[in-house]
């Protein structure tokens, strides 16, 4: 009697046990679920916002596009149609482009719905008024909505103001309606997912919160913030995740569970004693473990047949190269896109495809990324077998063996030659001067900023060259305007003779350029520039049948740390070319601060 006695003991002893370690599993486990729900909805929110912000702008973008476009066409809007229809197949989310010369809605595309808008006067409309007026004073875009939009529905609008010279031309403008914006992310979905969301903002009149979509409150256990940045605005995003009713019940299953399993030790440790019919059962189980090892062996084997037919069928280029960089594997789609078959690169580098524009440093950067256990993404213009070029958006990952050792690469991409080739001609629109092919205001702005900010950390030296030309409006007024747009183009490829390819040369405007220097070993080599230009320039220079008789005159700014931005820089190069202009043109001046300017140095 002595045997069973104890070995009830130890079968009560283990059920109190396992009950114990059963609840607290549970509580840990309840508070892990908590954690990871926190960070979920939190990774969720931080996500939809910035997803939301990064597509608005760039929607917004389509309205300076078409304002740096007007500007450059000084005022004219003849081909508002045809323009309008290129930017809404580049940058997607946009409802429609108008144009509101001084305030005043006159064009829009896609006209067809919202005629009503037409004549409609931004500038005066009490609701609309403050955000263009805004816009119309900081000459930047700013953003209007939601709103009722005239012609029905609620939208967003983004107003660029268009200035032609120093005048007020009047706006450019994309409207975004809401249903799109709210397609940009997947918070639509997250209500079958027990999420829920709520889309807001102060109002700017009332400092109120104004729900814009989703639920007007989150009463959530897990909940989390994003703020969205939008220009002249702020919206927030707020994300609740909803406990499922189960999870009440989990202590109560716990402890369920934790009786059921002291019950299984309890006769467990009931049958110990009886060891010949344990050994059968052992026997049974092994039997019935092989048994279901070998169905698994079936479905995995069946699970690697529908991996293979997924890779070879994959709409992706897909490579697989050793841990040398050999190729191993490439899938039918990287035949079709790169135009060489698997044979001629299997065994290969893929070296094969790699174009003149991957430069050695990008090819150490990646490999250095790979070996260091870590994925690389990036783009690269890769080259086809007929020698054409082609655009791929890449992600290649280290594959890892059962000892945590690298053994291959997996490269996966697609084909993006077509949306870049669309990004680069948005770019292009964006950055350059349409008659001359040199980079614009905006473009020479931006880099001078980067300069400034570099001079002060590196202490290099750069400077700023501002450049006129002399007796250009006797050419218009004698030979007409088509030959002065020809002269500005042959001073524009003598420009970039006599710079080299690491200078910045820009057109501002009319027959005002400007030359950015950088890395120049020292001042003499800034002079040494200026005169050859100069020497370049001087006339007369034959456009057509005609002697244009002009010379050029530059004032120099040198750009050292007591420049705060490039507006100080270019208003002293500009102070400088006005003292060469007095001193009798076709030379240069250079800003001195102490002195204010100096002559030009002598030989």
């Known amino acids: 009697m002595a045997l069973p006695h104890r070995e009830r003991i130890l079968a009560i002893t283990a059920a109190l046990l396992c009950m114990a370690l059963g609840t607290l599993a549970v509580k840990l486990g309840s508070n892990y679920w908590l954690l990871e729900a926190e960070e979920r909805t939190q990774l969720i929110a931080f996500d939809q916002a910035k997803n939301l912000e990064r597509n608005i702008d760039r929607s917004l973008a389509g309205a300076k596009v078409l304002a740096t476009v007007i500007e450059l066409n000084g005022g004219r809007d003849d081909d508002f149609d045809a323009l309008a229809e290129s930017i809404l197949k580049g940058l997607q989310g946009i409802t429609n482009l108008q144009l509101a010369p001084d305030g005043i809605i006159a064009k829009i595309y896609p006209l067809p719905g919202n005629e009503k808008a037409i004549g409609h006067n931004v500038l005066v409309d009490d609701k609309r008024r403050a955000e263009a007026q805004l816009a119309v004073t900081s000459r930047r875009l700013t953003l209007a909505g939601p709103f009722t939009l005239v012609q029905g529905g609620v939208a967003i609008i983004g107003r660029q103001p268009v200035f032609v010279g120093n005048r007020f031309w009047g706006f450019a403008s994309a409207l975004i309606t809401m249903d799109q914006v709210l397609a940009m992310t997947e918070l639509n979905s997250l209500d079958g997912e027990r ?8 109002h700017p009149d009332s400092q109120a919160e104004q729900v814009i979509a989703g639920d007007a409150e989150i009463a959530d256990e897990v ?10 605005s702020t919206w927030y995003l707020d994300v609740g995740y909803h406990k499922p009713p189960l999870l009440r019940a989990v202590f109560g299953l716990g402890f369920t569970l934790s009786l059921l399993i002291s019950l299984i030790v309890g006769h467990w440790l009931y049958n110990l ?6 050994l059968q059962r052992r026997v049974e189980a092994k039997t019935t473990e092989l048994r279901a090892a070998n169905q698994q062996l079936q479905r995995e084997k069946q699970q ?6 997924a890779v070879e ?3 992706n280029v897909i490579i697989i190269a050793d841990r040398d960089g050999l190729v191993e594997y490439v899938n039918p789609r990287f035949s079709s896109v790169s135009g060489f078959s698997a044979s001629e690169v299997v065994g290969q580098r893929p070296q094969v495809i790699k174009s003149e524009f991957t430069s050695p440093a990008e090819n150490r950067e990646l490999w250095n990324t790979l070996l260091a256990g870590q994925t690389w993404r990036g783009e690269r213009r890769n080259r086809r077998k007929n020698g054409s070029h082609y655009w791929s958006l890449l992600q290649i990952s280290p594959i890892r063996d059962e000892h945590g050792e690298i053994t291959h690469f997996l490269s996966v991409s697609d084909d993006i030659t077509d949306s870049k080739e669309n990004q680069l001609l948005i770019e292009k629109l964006a950055y350059h001067d349409s008659l001359t092919g040199l980079n ?9 900023e980067q300069a400034v900010r570099f001079g002060e950390r590196h202490q290099r030296c750069a400077a700023v060259m ?6 250009f409006k006797a050419v218009n007024d004698r030979f007409g305007h088509q030959v002065g747009d020809e002269l500005l183009i042959e001073v524009a490829k003598r420009l970039l003779q006599v710079t080299r390819k690491s200078d910045l040369c820009a057109r501002l405007a009319g027959d005002e350029f400007t030359v950015l220097l950088t890395e120049v070993d020292c001042v003499q080599g800034v002079y040494a520039v200026a005169e050859k230009i100069i020497t370049r320039m001087r006339g007369p220079i034959t456009i057509g049948d ?10 120099i700014s040198l750009i050292d740390q007591s420049h705060q931005s490039a507006g100080q820089v270019l208003r002293q190069a500009d102070m400088a070319l006005y003292m060469a202009k007095n001193a009798g043109r076709d030379q240069y001046r250079v800003y001195q601060a102490e002195q204010s300017l100096h002559e030009t140095p002598a030989d």
């Open 195 to 202: 999420y829920h969301f709520k889309l807001w903002r102060y």
């Open 440 to 448: 614009n205001r905006r473009y020479f702005i931006d880099r001078l």
């Open 313 to 315: 069928q994959s709409g």
């Open 546 to 555: 005609h002697g244009c008789d002009i010379s050029i005159s530059i004032g």
């Open 223 to 232: 909940s989390a913030r994003a703020p969205i940045a939008l220009p002249n």
């Open 304 to 309: 690697l047949n529908l991996f293979r037919n």
């Open 466 to 471: 501002f450049l006129d030309l002399d007796r």
């Open 273 to 278: 004693l009886s060891r010949p019919r344990q």
